[in-house]
């Protein structure tokens, strides 16, 4: 069984900055793809962003010059460092990991309780 946790959600003024964690803990494997996504009140879940274990990244657009996805293997854990944050910003924020085996093959998709992350003066 693997566990997902993140972690660092908390209110900001605009302009500020949040550093998320999501850590996965129990059987992890070494291959795997990690994504946060955010849904604000009222709206569909939507993906922000993108890590896998080779190194490739991917944002959203809206969030490409103000977001960075980070990895710390020996951790099993993935940051997301957000600046110059936005009212638009806000919502509970998500963390996907996706495990592969060393076929290729999916072997789990798990998803973490979620912080929130507010921006507001």
């Known amino acids: 069984q693997v566990q997902v946790v993140e972690s660092g959600g908390g209110l900001v003024p605009p302009g500020g900055s949040l550093r998320l964690s999501c850590e996965a803990s129990?059987?992890?494997?070494?291959?795997?793809?990690v994504g946060w996504y955010r849904q604000a009140p009222g709206k569909q879940r939507e993906w922000v962003a993108q890590i896998t274990s080779g190194g490739y990244t991917n944002y959203r657009d809206s969030v490409e010059d103000r977001f960075t996805i980070s990895k710390e293997h020996a951790k099993n854990t993935v940051y997301l460092q957000m600046n110059s944050l936005k009212p638009e910003d806000t919502a509970v924020y998500y963390c996907n990991v996706e495990f592969f085996d060393a076929l290729g093959t999916r072997a789990g998709d798990y998803w973490g309780q979620g912080t929130q992350v507010t921006v507001s003066s």
């Open positions: 129990g059987r992890v494997f070494s291959t795997y793809s």
